[in-house]
């Protein structure tokens, strides 16, 4: 089976930007992307793209994907938009890897974007709602905080986690977060500052709460031919798996755990022919922090129900013994939709060569990357090894 | 390269369907095309589905995929949203064809749906127009009827074709359609009547326009190992091609064609190893009667300029030298848009393995399906070969 390489990937500030567009963060993560290419990179060669969007506001809801490709000069290249809620670009990476391991085509982008903070609070409700299950959650009023509170609630009740490990998390990824120069949230909070947030949805507070971002990432693969030919640094996609469970949350086996990252890991450790352990660090979708721990366990990082305790003895910090979300997360780095998939991708792949600036660990060698969409309805889960195969 | 086989495939009535919902009509078509694969079909083998749709009504826009295989059972299949406006599913049997050939999975399926007849007349216009161009051509108040109204235009101006080839398209698709079970308009018109249809955007009127549907449609994929071991009537995916172009009529190099349907139907003859006339018979894209006479020319079926006489002396009559749109087209079978692109891979599928019914031509061998997004922002050609590689 071809083997396949991210030679090139980049990402946009997230935040809040009211001078910027759609089409401009998908520029200036384009054009990261092509400079972030080691070699001379013939822009010619992308064949193949996949742009994943929730399409939030309704700019271009329809060929949302050529809208972008165009944009940045990519004219005439196959260009598919995906969605899967808040993974669609984690989708869009699984999808153009696809494409290369079928000949079809050497060079494949993938890529996201989303543009939330142009809107009112009514307006984000209805296009963050818009990926709930609509008929029996949505409809009921029921937001993602809330779906999420009932599965934090739900952890706590039955495997004794408590607020302060909760809190935990926001604190790890606000600190890794103050040292990447693109967080939407690049500040530090104190557990004590994020043990008392105003609450959201019980059990979750605003510190268990990502931001809406604006923002966009892209990532570019090759087959194992053309990487030779621009980089020296590879990062190989060793594995990936995809897979969706009941959309409604209402209607899955298990509150406390999310059975599509149990597949897509699953599928994403056998292609790659490791395991859990041998997963050095990850970005992890950490849209609630109860999400960032439920992920341990799905991926496999700790047992069923010692999430808690695994934050808390710092297995996950930077100098841990598997860093999580050192990029800030969606957290503290932010959540523009699209865009948060192949972001996390970016984070892996700068992490890998070394090129994270001060957040850098040294010694990475397997990474991951775990972007779920809605609560759980759909998740992707890619592995990622430096070197040649 | 790995060969791919569609080993069943199904639709959905095409229609106005007020006791359906999009779940029930992706049921039916799915249902009918795992019932169409020839042996005794295990649907665990699915393991990876394509679903397109462009939302129309803003049901369940986010995990819109998910939310219909998990109805129809295929639970914790990875599972895709496309979308490429009106070209959706069409990508979506790309995308499919992809993930057999990449050797990660043996079976894929490729579906699409919508729902559009359960709208007043504005949410209609709304979300149809989110396809077109948001902000020059939507703003400033056109529509995809105004649009092509622009081409058949230019295509008369420049071209000198008449009103009277135009109507053929409509007689010839409602003849066709009128002998298709599924078609949602399945009566014939006259050619008086065609010409003398209520204008809608000079020049184009009623019988120029397909009508707005509600369907679903459903096409499953397979390597040549599963493939034998379950139909003896076996439909290879012989060449895939998909483009983009601007997104904007206003920003393409031409009025009387579709860059994109050229390019990708040069991917996919190469691939299939073909050129345009060993295509024994086409379904394509006649959102518009002017959509078919440029996709005539854009296909290679006849010299560009020359569509309106290729019609007129009766070329793609299902007793022509080269039959098109047997089903009845968009403009007589229907237009549900996430539905399109695979509901013309039904066709195809039953025109080459004989099973037709009181449509059928004999003697086909090597089939096309035509999928255009938008105003031609996209498109994606299917070439099809009955027999094994």
Not at 142 to 148: L, P
Not at 295 to 305: H, I, Q, V
Not at 317 to 325: I, M, Q, Y
């Amino acid at each position: 089976m071809t083997e396949v390489y991210v030679i090139g990937a980049s990402q946009s500030d997230y935040g809040a930007f009211p001078e910027e567009s759609y089409r401009s963060l998908f520029t200036t993560a384009y054009e990261g992307a092509v400079d972030a290419v080691d070699g001379d990179f013939d822009e010619s060669l992308i064949e193949e793209a996949y742009v994943g969007t929730l399409g939030v506001g309704g700019r271009q809801l329809g060929l949302s994907g050529p809208a972008v490709t165009e944009h940045v000069g990519l004219h005439g290249v196959s260009c598919t938009r995906v969605e899967n809620a808040c993974a669609a670009s984690g989708t869009a990476l699984r999808q153009a890897t696809l494409a290369v391991k079928s000949g079809v085509v050497d060079v494949a982008l993938a890529g996201g974007f989303e543009v939330m903070t142009d809107m009112s609070g009514e307006q984000t409700r209805y296009w963050l709602g818009v990926s709930g299950e609509t008929e029996w959650e949505r409809m009921a009023g029921t937001t993602f905080a809330g779906v999420y509170a009932q599965m934090a609630d739900a952890h706590m009740a039955e495997h004794g986690t408590t607020r302060e490990q909760l809190s935990r998390v926001a604190v790890k990824n606000h600190a890794n977060g103050a040292k990447n120069p693109h967080a939407h949230l690049g500040f530090e909070c104190s557990l004590e500052d994020a043990m008392a947030g105003t609450p959201v949805a019980d059990p979750l507070n605003l510190y268990d709460c990502c931001p809406t971002s604006d923002g966009a990432s892209v990532a570019i693969v090759a087959n194992e031919e053309v990487a030779r030919e621009l980089t020296e640094s590879p990062v190989r996609v060793a594995g990936t798996g995809q897979a969706s469970a009941r959309v409604g949350l209402f209607q899955r086996p298990t509150l406390t755990g999310v059975p599509a990252s149990r597949k897509a890991a699953e599928q994403a450790y056998e292609q790659a022919g490791i395991g859990p352990d041998d997963v050095d660090f990850a970005e992890v979708h950490d849209c609630f922090s109860i999400a960032e721990l439920m992920a341990y366990e799905d991926l496999g990082f700790c047992a069923p129900g010692e999430a808690g305790s695994y934050i808390e003895r710092g297995a996950t910090e930077p100098d841990g013994e598997r860093p999580v979300n050192l990029s800030g997360g969606l957290k503290s780095k932010g959540h523009p939709i699209g865009a948060t998939g192949t972001g996390q991708t970016v984070e892996v792949f700068k992490q890998l060569r070394g090129e994270a600036g001060g957040r850098q660990v040294d010694g990475l060698e397997t990474g991951l990357s775990h972007n779920v969409g809605g609560s759980g309805g759909a998740a992707v889960v890619t592995v990622y090894e430096g070197g040649w195969a």
